[in-house]
C-alpha cells in the first residue's frame, strides 16, 4: 500500500491519529521536503514517531517515484505531506501514476494552508482561484498569475497567493556543466511578492489593484508563533514577516461587514 499522510502545518503532533498509526507500521517512511516544511525539522519527527524517516527531495518525488510505487506493491510505503497530501498538484500525480502501476493507495487528510487562511477572518466561501507567485529571474518575470488575481477581485473574490520555494535547485552552472550543484535554499517573504506584484502594476497601469489596496500577509500559520497582517499593497512591501512559510492574500474590494470586523485586528489603521 502506498499511503499519502498529511502532516497539518504546526508541528509534529498535528499528524492525525489515523496517520500516526500507519507511519508506524510501515515499512518505509519518506517526508517530501519540496512543496512546503514543517517548523520542527526532520529529527523531531523522528523522536515522535520513534522511527527513521528518509527526506524525499525533487528528484525523487518526480524523476524516480516509480522506484517507490514498486515498493509499495509488496511493502507499505507512507509519504509524509506537509499541510494536505492533496493541497499541491504534485501529489495528485503521484495518485494517478500508482494507479497505472497497480498500487493501492491509501490518503490520510489534514489541514492545509488552503483552507487555514481563514483564519484572517476572510470567509473560504469568498474565494476565487488559488495562484501561485514564481520567483522571478533577470530574463524570466512572468505575469500571467495577476491576470487571475484581477479576474477574482473583479468578481469580488479574494485571492490566496502561494509563494515560491527554492529547495535543492540546480544553480545554472550545474545545468550546462553537467555536475551537482544547488542553490541554497529560498522561500519568497511577502513583502517580495508585494514587491513583484507592485512591479506588474506599474507596467501595467490600468489595474483595479494599485498600491494602496488592503493586502494580508500570513506566516507560519498553525504554529504558536503565526502572524497575520492587514496593510496596503505598498506598505506590505517593507513588511518583515520573519521566518517562512508566508502567504499572501488579495482580498475582495468589498469585504462582508463580519470579515471587515474579524480583519481591522490585524491592520494598523
Ligand atoms: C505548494 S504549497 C503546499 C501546500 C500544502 N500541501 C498544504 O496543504 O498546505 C506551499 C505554499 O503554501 C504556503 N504555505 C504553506 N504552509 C503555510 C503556512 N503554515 N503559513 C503560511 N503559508 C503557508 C506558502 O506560500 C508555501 O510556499
Redesign the pocket.
Known amino acids: 500500500m502506498f499511503y499519502l499522510v498529511?502532516l497539518g502545518?504546526g508541528d509534529a503532533k498535528d499528524i492525525t491519529v489515523r496517520g500516526l498509526e500507519i507511519v508506524k507500521k510501515c515499512n518505509k517512511v519518506l517526508l517530501e521536503a519540496y512543496?512546503?516544511i514543517l517548523t520542527v525539522g526532520q529529527e523531531v519527527l523522528e523522536a515522535f514517531y520513534g522511527r527513521p524517516v528518509i527526506i524525499a527531495d525533487r528528484e525523487l518525488c518526480e524523476s524516480n517515484i516509480d522506484d517507490i510505487l514498486k515498493e509499495a506493491i509488496h511493502t507499505d510505503v507512507a509519504l509524509l505531506?506537509?499541510?494536505?497530501?492533496l493541497?499541491?498538484t504534485t501529489h495528485t500525480d503521484m495518485l494517478l501514476r500508482a494507479k497505472q502501476l497497480g498500487v493501492e493507495t491509501e490518503v490520510v487528510h489534514n489541514a492545509?494552508?488552503?483552507n487555514?487562511v481563514s483564519c484572517c477572518g476572510l470567509q473560504l466561501y469568498n474565494f476565487g482561484e488559488t495562484v501561485?507567485i514564481p520567483y522571478w529571474t533577470e530574463t524570466w518575470k512572468p505575469s500571467s498569475f495577476f491576470d487571475k488575481i484581477v479576474g477574482n477581485f473583479s468578481r469580488n473574490l479574494h485571492t490566496l497567493c502561494?509563494?515560491?520555494?527554492k529547495v535543492k535547485e540546480p544553480t545554472e552552472e550545474s545545468l550546462t556543466k553537467k555536475i551537482r550543484q544547488y542553490m541554497n535554499p529560498k522561500?519568497?517573504t511577502v513583502s517580495e511578492a508585494s514587491s513583484q506584484l507592485l512591479q506588474i502594476i506599474e507596467a501595467r497601469q490600468n489595474s483595479n489593484i494599485t498600491k494602496s489596496t488592503l493586502v494580508v500577509g500570513?506566516?507560519?500559520?498553525?504554529?504558536p508563533d503565526?502572524k497575520i497582517v492587514a496593510r496596503s499593497l505598498g506598505e506590505m512591501q517593507n513588511y518583515d514577516l520573519g521566518p517562512p512559510?508566508?502567504?499572501l492574500v488579495i482580498p475582495a474590494p468589498v469585504l462582508h461587514p463580519l470579515e471587515l470586523d474579524y480583519i481591522r485586528h490585524y491592520s494598523v489603521s
Not at 505531506?81 to 497530501?85: R, S
Open positions: 498529511g502545518l512543496t512546503s505531506v506537509v499541510g494536505d497530501p493541497g499541491a492545509s494552508i488552503i487555514a501561485s502561494l509563494l515560491d520555494i522561500f519568497m500570513l506566516s507560519r500559520i498553525g504554529s503565526q512559510l508566508q502567504s
